[in-house]
């Protein structure tokens, strides 16, 4: 089983800037890939940005490109997202993925974390 908990959300001004992260524990050989996604009041969850495992590539939302970074750190097993130039149409709760395969029938599963609120308003 692979565990994720999203930390660093809060309330932050037009244009500024945030990093969220990510810590995943439990069969982290197991991840594949991890990703943020977030949730706006009314509005369906949507892909932010995802890093896959093995190569470290990297593909974000066409909303957030330029202002979004996505990023890992594997010694900590953790997972962050540099987010600048915050718009208010950023405002959401951000929840943390780690795709993952399981070891006795390979399905895919995904993991998903509590979630964080980022609230852009001045």
């Known amino acids: 089983q692979v565990q994720v908990v999203e930390s660093g959300g809060g309330l932050v001004q037009p244009g500024g800037s945030l990093r969220l992260s990510c810590a995943a524990s439990?069969?982290?050989?197991?991840?594949?890939?991890m990703g943020w996604y977030r949730q706006a009041p009314g509005k369906q969850r949507e892909l932010v940005a995802t890093?896959?495992?093995?190569?470290?590539?990297?593909n974000y939302a066409d909303s957030v490109k330029g202002r979004f970074t996505i990023s890992r750190d594997n010694a900590k097993n953790t997972v962050y997202l540099q987010m600048n130039s915050l718009k208010p149409e950023d405002t959401a709760v951000y929840y943390c993925?780690?795709?993952?395969?399981?070891?006795?029938?390979?399905?895919?599963?995904?993991?998903w974390g509590q979630g964080t609120l980022v609230t852009v308003s001045s």
């Open positions: 993925n780690a795709r993952y395969y399981s070891s006795s029938n390979w399905k895919a599963l995904d993991a």
């Open positions: 439990g069969s982290i050989f197991q991840i594949n890939a």
């Open positions: 890093i896959i495992t093995s190569s470290g590539g990297t």
